[in-house]
């Protein structure tokens, strides 16, 4: 690791004007950064911490549910609001990492983690445009299991690592973001980027701009809502394949539906394809087969994960099953 | 300010890239908290911060900052704790390597459960937590135990609890 000062930020203007300086990151957990920094991915030359800024979770006058950007994911998991409202964030949250990590790792820190792509992570031996934009990639053409089957570009086959951020990003949660000029908000399914030739490029955020908080609007689908996760061991491991879906029925017709996959892209995968082609429709087996095969319509996987193709199917029309009373 | 451990306040080390767990280690010989992956896939390193379960490679002391940490020494220095006890009576481990680790977790791990944390596999997320194994074994699945001592350990895990409910 090369040499770094720390420093704790005491406000969030503190932390806008320090995160913005040259060589500076903002450090929420640690749980990617410190990692990053050891394998010589990442080398900021100050921390800045901001893990103890904006740690409250609370309800907003409209319903809305706004949780800070410091709070830890164990807490939002934990909050009886989550919990009760939206159980697919709370299940999205649990399915991520381990206890200790969930223990520390923060929600805006989760947000701009980076992608666990074996080639980016290896800056001694792989070439990766994420990480020396313009050198390469070695991940085509390499073990491409946990890579992108959409979105993906010739530049960059990387995946979001995040199951939070899915779940977030079917529920449409907005992102507070505060910047030297004031607050702006940006929603969730705008915040990543897909990679296009610049890779490097992760997000909408502008330099030095900080994540304060994530709110959860009021939402019709999130109480029938839930997180499914397909992996390769039962626990503590990255999705191959995740669906966060939320469904409302009108009698046997779907009066709305969200759905968002994890682990396919570059960002949390909303799936407005399969939405429209669900909204209003009969909520049957045949429905939902036929608008995850839409979705995946442009999947365009390479030898190591064609399987995640059918894949992503075929759980997302068993999630779609499940939260309308057909176990599958 | 200071980092509390076990009880006794640390200075926090002038190099901002010491990570808790070589200050624990390497600068106060406090070597109970081991060393496994150095990057947050094994759970040897887990420690106890402000009551949870953390793990020690991947914070640096800075961020311990005026926080109480625990580790294995601290939970067993009035005698063995119930859960030490129970992983010798039921094998819950072979080389010991993962011990600390696992017996820092479940500390932790069974004061989520009396809070009514939920878990992956909890069915209902409204209702009171219900200890399983099955609800031990995802909450322990981040440490690894390369002896497979796992059915040993839960089963420490489930008699500790046991006692504690009678």
Same mark, same amino acid.
């Given at each position: 690791?090369?040499?770094? =000062?720390?420093?704790?930020?005491?406000?969030?203007?503190?932390?806008?004007?320090?995160?913005?300086?040259?060589?500076?990151?903002?450090?929420?957990?640690?749980?990617?950064?410190?990692?990053?920094?050891?394998?010589?991915? *990442?080398?900021?030359?100050?921390?800045?911490?901001?893990?103890?800024?904006?740690?409250?979770?609370? *309800?907003?006058?409209?319903? =809305?549910?706004? #949780?800070?950007?410091? &709070?830890?994911?164990?807490?939002?998991?934990?909050?009886?609001?989550?919990?009760?409202?939206?159980?697919?964030?709370?299940?999205?949250?649990? +399915?991520?990492?381990? %206890?200790?990590?969930?223990?520390?790792?923060?929600?805006?820190?989760?947000?701009?983690?980076?992608?666990?792509?074996?080639?980016?992570?290896?800056?001694?031996?792989?070439?990766?445009?994420?990480?020396?934009?313009?050198?390469?990639?070695?991940?085509?053409?390499?073990?491409?299991?946990?890579?992108?089957?959409?979105?993906?570009?010739?530049?960059?086959?990387?995946?979001?690592?995040?199951?939070?951020? !899915?779940?977030?990003?079917?529920?449409?949660?907005?992102?507070?973001?505060?910047?030297?000029?004031?607050?702006?908000?940006?929603?969730?399914?705008?915040?990543?980027?897909?990679?296009?030739?610049?890779?490097?490029?992760?997000?909408?955020?502008?330099?030095?701009?900080?994540?304060?908080?994530?709110?959860?609007?009021?939402?019709?689908?999130?109480?029938?809502?839930?997180?499914?996760?397909?992996?390769?061991?039962?626990?503590?491991?990255?999705?191959? !394949?995740?669906?966060? +879906?939320?469904?409302?029925?009108?009698?046997?017709? #779907?009066?709305?539906?969200?759905?968002?996959?994890?682990?396919?892209? %570059?960002?949390?995968?909303?799936?407005?394809?399969? *939405?429209?082609?669900?909204?209003?429709?009969?909520?049957?087996?045949?429905?939902?087969?036929?608008?995850?095969?839409?979705?995946?319509?442009?999947?365009?996987?390479?030898?190591?994960?064609?399987?995640?193709?059918?894949?992503?199917?075929?759980?997302?029309?068993?999630?779609?099953?499940?939260?309308?009373?057909?176990? &599958? | 300010?200071?980092?509390?451990?076990?009880?006794?306040?640390?200075?926090?080390?002038?190099?901002?890239?010491?990570?808790?767990?070589?200050?624990?280690? $390497?600068?106060?010989?406090?070597?109970?908290?081991?060393?496994?992956?150095?990057?947050? @896939?094994?759970?040897?390193?887990?420690?106890?911060?402000?009551? $949870?379960?953390?793990?020690?490679?991947?914070?640096? @002391?800075?961020?311990?900052?005026?926080?109480?940490?625990?580790?294995?020494?601290?939970?067993?220095?009035?005698?063995?704790?119930?859960?030490?006890?129970?992983?010798?009576?039921?094998?819950?481990?072979?080389?010991?390597? /993962?011990?600390?680790?696992?017996?820092?977790?479940?500390?932790?791990?069974?004061?989520?459960?009396?809070?009514?944390?939920?878990?992956?596999?909890?069915?209902?997320?409204?209702?009171?937590?219900?200890?399983?194994?099955?609800?031990?074994?995802?909450?322990?699945?981040?440490?690894? /135990?390369? /002896?497979?001592?796992?059915?040993?350990?839960?089963?420490?895990?489930?008699?500790?609890?046991?006692?504690?409910?009678?």
């Amino acid at each position: 690791m090369t040499p770094v =000062s720390y420093l704790r930020a005491g406000s969030v203007a503190d932390a806008v004007g320090l995160g913005g300086a040259e060589g500076h990151r903002l450090l929420g957990g640690g749980t990617n950064l410190v990692d990053l920094m050891r394998k010589g991915v *990442e080398r900021p030359a100050v921390l800045v911490d901001v893990s103890r800024l904006s740690t409250l979770i609370e *309800e907003a006058a409209d319903g =809305s549910v706004v #949780i800070g950007a410091g &709070a830890r994911n164990c807490a939002v998991a934990a909050h009886p609001l989550v919990r009760t409202r939206y159980p697919m964030l709370a299940r999205a949250i649990l +399915a991520g990492a381990s %206890a200790q990590i969930r223990n520390m790792a923060t929600v805006g820190g989760n947000l701009l983690q980076r992608t666990r792509c074996l080639y980016f992570a290896d800056a001694a031996g792989s070439r990766c445009n994420k990480r020396v934009p313009g050198s390469g990639c070695d991940a085509q053409g390499g073990f491409t299991r946990y890579h992108a089957i959409l979105g993906a570009s010739p530049s960059c086959i990387a995946t979001h690592p995040s199951d939070m951020a !899915v779940a977030l990003a079917a529920l449409d949660a907005r992102v507070h973001l505060a910047n030297a000029d004031g607050v702006r908000t940006i929603s969730l399914p705008d915040l990543h980027r897909l990679p296009g030739d610049r890779p490097d490029l992760e997000t909408m955020l502008a330099p030095g701009e900080v994540i304060v908080a994530v709110e959860l609007p009021p939402s019709d689908v999130a109480a029938r809502s839930t997180y499914r996760k397909v992996r390769d061991r039962a626990s503590y491991a990255f999705a191959l !394949v995740s669906v966060a +879906a939320g469904i409302a029925l009108d009698g046997d017709r #779907i009066s709305d539906v969200r759905i968002a996959l994890g682990g396919v892209a %570059a960002k949390p995968w909303r799936a407005l394809r399969a *939405e429209a082609a669900l909204r209003g429709g009969p909520a049957t087996a045949e429905a939902f087969a036929r608008a995850a095969e839409g979705e995946l319509a442009d999947a365009a996987p390479l030898p190591g994960n064609a399987f995640k193709v059918p894949l992503a199917k075929r759980t997302m029309a068993a999630v779609l099953a499940e939260l309308s009373g057909n176990r &599958a | 300010m200071a980092i509390r451990i076990n009880g006794t306040d640390v200075a926090r080390p002038a190099d901002a890239r010491v990570s808790l767990l070589d200050l624990l280690r $390497e600068r106060l010989h406090l070597t109970g908290t081991k060393v496994g992956c150095n990057q947050g @896939a094994c759970g040897a390193c887990t420690v106890l911060v402000d009551g $949870e379960r953390v793990l020690s490679c991947l914070t640096l @002391a800075a961020q311990a900052d005026g926080r109480d940490v625990t580790t294995i020494e601290g939970l067993g220095a009035n005698g063995l704790h119930a859960l030490q006890t129970a992983f010798l009576e039921h094998d819950g481990l072979q080389c010991g390597y /993962c011990t600390p680790g696992q017996i820092c977790a479940a500390s932790a791990m069974l004061a989520e459960i009396d809070a009514g944390i939920p878990s992956y596999v909890t069915q209902d997320l409204s209702g009171p937590v219900m200890l399983s194994r099955e609800e031990v074994r995802e909450r322990m699945s981040g440490n690894l /135990c390369r /002896c497979g001592a796992h059915n040993g350990i839960i089963d420490a895990i489930m008699a500790v609890a046991a006692e504690r409910a009678a």
